[in-house]
């Protein structure tokens, strides 16, 4: 079975800084490209970040030069690291992986609630 685990989320004040984890099982993890996302109620859920499996990354406009997404394959871990935080930031973070063949898993989630 494939679980994908996000660790890291809380209260932060506006400007400040945040790293989520995702700890990922069931799978050969270098394989996989991976994501994470977040979703405000009511709205749909989006794209933050990404990195392929070779370490290529993506990035939302609204996040390009605050957040940084990484990976390291020897732990089965990805990371998204977030800076000079917004209140528009508040959401919950999703974290995913996905291959070629529409193979696609999904963490429970974790808060991030920017606010003073």
């Known amino acids: 079975q494939v679980h994908l685990v996000e660790s890291g989320g809380g209260l932060v004040q506006p400007g400040g800084s945040l790293r989520l984890s995702c700890a990922v099982t069931?799978?050969?993890?270098?394989?996989?490209?991976m994501g994470w996302y977040r979703q405000v109620p009511g709205k749909q859920r989006e794209l933050v970040a990404s990195?392929?499996?070779?370490?290529?990354?993506n990035y939302a406009d609204s996040v390009k030069g605050r957040f940084t997404i990484s990976r390291d394959n020897s732990k089965n871990m990805a990371y998204l690291q977030m800076s000079s935080l917004k209140p528009e930031d508040t959401a919950v973070y999703y974290c995913?992986?996905?291959?070629?063949?529409?193979?696609?898993?999904w963490g429970q989630g974790t808060q991030v609630t920017v606010s003073s």
């Open positions: 069931g799978i050969t993890f270098n394989m996989w490209a």
């Open positions: 995913n992986v996905n291959r070629l063949g529409g193979y696609v898993y």
């Open positions: 990195i392929t499996s070779d370490g290529r990354t």
